[in-house]
C-alpha cells in the first residue's frame, strides 16, 4: 500500500511536469523517487528463521495460565526491521506478555517470544508465527510463515461427588462399589439363607434361627461389585441456552466430568459418547487414563445442530446391555420417545437435567409476558419429566443455581434408585 | 516517537504556510495548517488512514504552489518536511501494532539516519533540479517522457511484485 502510493504521487507529478513542461513537479518527485529507490535497494530477501515452540503445559483447567515461549533464530542474512507476530486462538486470552515483537535480529542473533494465556474449556492448536521482514524505510515487506505447531487443551474442572449409588441389572465380576443384586459376601442386608458349611458362625440369625428348630440359618449380604457405565452428553444445540450468564452446556459438560469421575474413582467401567451431529466415543475403559481420556473428550466437546436422538442402535460393544446409562441433557420435548425406546431395551437409564427454564430466567427481565411463558414452559417440562418417570427413567432435575455437587449427593448418594426406577419420583 | 512525527507534521506545515503567506497567497497558506492539525489530531487518536491522506494532501499543496510558482524552494523543503512526517507515521503505527519493541533506540536510530540520508539527497537533487533550466523541443520532452513513465512502470510494477512474491 505504502509503495503503491508513493509510485502514484511520483507518476502523477512526474505527467504533470511532463504536461505541462514545468522542470518544478518533476524536482518535486525527485525526493520522493530517491525514497522509493533507497526502499527498493534495500528490500529484503524471505526471512530465513528457525523457531522453537514451548508451552509450560499442554494441559490446564479453566483460568489456568500457560505460559507460551517462542525462541525465534535468525539463520540467514541480517534483518533491520522484522515484526514477530502470533495469532492467538480463538478462546485464549493473553493475559501476560504480548505475542507479537518488533525488532532488528543480526545473523545467528536470537529473540524470545513469551506470554501468558488461559482459557476456557477447549482445544486450542497454536499454528505459525508469522515473520515478515521490511526495508528500513518500511515500505517494502517479505513475509514468511514459520512452522511451530503446539496445542493446549483445557479440560472441565472436575467437582469430586463422594457417592453415586447407582443400581444396574447388570454387575461385572469384580468387586466395586455397585450393588450387584446378589447375595454374598458384602455389607447391606440382602436376605436369609440355611446354613451351609464354612460360614462365619456370626453371621447366624437367632431370630430365624429360633422359628426354624430343624436347621441354621445365616444373613446374606449384597454383593458389591464395579459396573460398566455409559454417559452421553447431549451436544445439541437446540437443547442449549446462551445467557448473559453462559451456556447451559458448559454445565453439562462439567456434571458429566463429575458424573466420569466419581463413577471411575470407583473401579467402574466408564464409556463416553457426546451426541451431536456426529457421534464422539470414548470406548469404556478403567481409572485414571479413562479418567483423562473422558476429560480430553469433554474439552473438544462442541455443539451441533442436531433435532432429535436417534440412539436407536447403541452398540452394544461400547454401551453392553443392561448397563447403567446416565444421560445429560436438558431435554427436548420430543425426547421421550426414543428415551423410552432406550428403556425398553433394557439398558437402565439414569436422565440428569440442567433445568433450561430457570437458567434462561436468571437474570432476566421478570415481565408479565416473560413469566407467563417461563410458566407455560414449565408445565411442558413437567410434563415430559412425568412421562419419563411413568417409563421407569428416574430424572435428576439440576437448577443450575444449585452446585451440582448437592444436588447430585441429595438424590444420588443414597436414594434407592431401583424404587426411582419403578416410578417414584426422587 | 509521537513527538518526532508532530515536529515532522509542524515543520511540513509550517513550511508550506510560510512559503504561500510570503506570496500572500493566505487560502494556500491556511489549509497545510489545517491539514496539519487534523493530522496531529489523527496521531493522538489514531487514525491510522489519516497519514497517508494528509500526506498526499500536503503533497498536493506543494504541487499547487509549484504550479503557482510560489516559493518553490520552500515547497520543496514542506514536501520533504511532509514525507519524513509520513515516513515516521508509518514507523510508529509499525511499533504500536507490535506492543513490544525490542531495541526500539536501535530500531529508531537505524531509521532515522536511513530517513535523513533519502530526505537529504532527495532535498539536494530537488534543489538542483530546481537551479537547472534546460530547454526541449516538443518531440525530446515526449521521448523523455514516455522513457520517464515506462522506466518508473517497470520499476515500480517490479518492485511492488517481488514484494508480494515474498509473501509465502
Redesign the interface.
Same mark, same amino acid.
Given at each position: 500500500?505504502?509503495?503503491? %502510493?508513493l509510485?502514484l504521487? &511520483?507518476? /502523477?507529478?512526474?505527467?504533470?511536469g511532463?504536461a505541462?513542461?514545468? /522542470? +518544478?513537479? &518533476?524536482?518535486?518527485a525527485?525526493? #520522493?523517487?530517491?525514497? %522509493?529507490g533507497?526502499a #527498493?535497494l *534495500?528490500?529484503?530477501?524471505?526471512p530465513r528463521l528457525s523457531v522453537s515452540r514451548s508451552l509450560s503445559s499442554d494441559r490446564a483447567t479453566p483460568g489456568a495460565p500457560v505460559v507460551v515461549s517462542l525462541v525465534i533464530t535468525n539463520t540467514g542474512t541480517p534483518l *533491520? *526491521?522484522l515484526?514477530l507476530?502470533e495469532v492467538v486462538p480463538d478462546g485464549l486470552t493473553v493475559i501476560d /506478555?504480548?505475542p507479537?515483537? %518488533?525488532?532488528?535480529l543480526a545473523a545467528g542473533a536470537t529473540?524470545e517470544l513469551m506470554y501468558t494465556v488461559s482459557g476456557g474449556r477447549g482445544f486450542y492448536r497454536f499454528d505459525d508465527v508469522q515473520a515478515t521482514a521490511?526495508d528500513?524505510? /518500511?515500505l517494502? *515487506?517479505?513475509?514468511? +510463515?514459520l512452522s511451530a505447531p503446539g496445542q493446549v487443551v483445557i479440560v472441565p474442572e472436575v467437582i469430586r461427588l463422594r457417592r453415586l449409588a447407582i443400581r444396574p441389572r447388570r454387575t461385572r465380576v469384580y468387586a466395586g462399589a455397585v450393588p450387584a443384586r446378589q447375595g454374598g459376601p458384602g455389607v447391606e442386608f440382602f436376605g436369609v439363607r440355611e446354613y451351609q458349611a464354612g460360614d462365619p458362625t456370626r453371621w447366624i440369625n437367632g431370630r430365624v434361627t429360633a422359628r426354624h428348630p430343624e436347621a441354621l440359618f445365616v444373613n446374606e449380604f449384597e454383593q458389591e461389585r464395579v459396573t460398566d457405565v455409559g454417559i452421553i452428553l447431549d451436544a445439541r444445540v437446540q437443547s442449549d441456552v446462551r445467557t448473559a450468564h453462559g451456556a447451559l452446556f458448559e454445565h453439562a459438560v462439567q456434571a458429566t466430568a463429575a458424573l466420569a469421575d466419581a463413577l471411575l474413582a470407583h473401579g467402574n467401567r466408564v464409556g463416553l459418547l457426546i451426541y451431536g451431529s456426529t457421534l464422539t466415543w470414548t470406548l469404556p475403559g478403567y481409572g485414571k487414563v479413562q479418567r483423562e481420556r473422558i476429560l480430553r473428550a469433554l474439552a473438544r466437546a462442541r455443539q451441533r445442530d442436531l433435532r432429535v436422538f436417534g440412539l436407536d442402535y447403541l452398540p452394544t460393544r461400547v454401551f453392553p446391555a443392561r448397563s447403567q446409562l446416565i444421560l445429560v441433557s436438558a431435554l427436548l420435548p420430543y425426547d421421550s420417545e426414543a428415551l423410552v425406546r432406550l428403556r425398553a431395551r433394557d439398558y437402565q437409564l439414569l436422565v440428569i437435567s440442567p433445568d433450561p427454564i430457570a437458567f434462561e430466567q436468571q437474570g432476566a427481565d421478570e415481565d408479565r409476558a416473560a413469566a407467563l411463558a417461563a410458566r407455560i414452559a414449565r408445565l411442558e417440562r413437567t410434563l415430559l419429566l412425568r412421562k419419563l418417570w411413568q417409563a421407569g427413567i428416574p430424572v435428576v432435575e439440576w437448577p443450575i443455581e444449585q452446585p451440582f455437587q448437592q444436588v447430585a449427593e441429595a438424590a444420588l448418594s443414597h436414594a434407592p434408585l431401583w424404587a426411582m426406577s419403578a416410578g417414584g419420583r426422587p | 516517537m509521537k513527538l518526532l512525527v508532530s515536529a515532522g507534521i509542524g515543520l511540513a506545515a509550517l513550511v508550506l504556510a510560510t512559503g504561500a503567506a510570503s506570496n500572500a497567497a493566505w487560502v494556500l497558506a491556511a489549509a497545510p495548517i489545517a491539514l496539519g492539525a487534523l493530522w496531529l489530531v489523527g496521531v493522538v487518536r489514531g487514525w491510522d488512514w489519516m497519514g497517508a491522506f494528509s500526506f498526499v494532501s500536503l503533497m498536493s499543496l506543494a504541487a499547487l504552489g509549484m504550479w503557482l510558482r510560489i516559493a518553490p524552494m520552500l515547497m520543496l523543503v514542506g514536501a520533504v518536511a511532509a514525507l519524513i512526517a509520513w515516513d515516521l507515521d508509518g514507523l510508529g503505527r509499525r511499533m504500536r501494532s507490535a506492543r513490544r519493541v525490542e531495541g526500539g533506540a536501535t530500531l529508531v536510530r537505524a531509521h532515522l539516519q536511513r530517513l535523513a540520508a533519502v530526505a537529504g539527497l532527495g532535498l539536494l537533487l530537488g534543489g538542483i533540479a530546481l537551479g537547472i533550466h534546460i530547454r526541449l523541443s516538443f518531440g525530446w520532452a515526449l521521448v523523455l517522457g514516455l522513457l520517464a513513465i515506462l522506466g518508473l512502470s517497470r520499476g515500480c510494477g517490479s518492485a511492488i511484485r517481488s514484494a508480494t512474491e515474498h509473501r509465502q
Open positions: 500500500m505504502r509503495p503503491l %502510493l509510485s504521487l &511520483i507518476y /502523477g507529478l512526474v505527467v504533470l511532463l505541462s513542461v514545468r /522542470g +518544478e513537479m &518533476i524536482a518535486l525527485l525526493p #520522493l523517487l530517491v525514497c %522509493l533507497a #527498493l *534495500d528490500r529484503p530477501d524471505a *533491520d *526491521d515484526l507476530e /506478555g504480548t507479537s515483537v %518488533l525488532t532488528a529473540v521490511r528500513r524505510l /518500511g517494502f *515487506d517479505a513475509r514468511v +510463515e | -
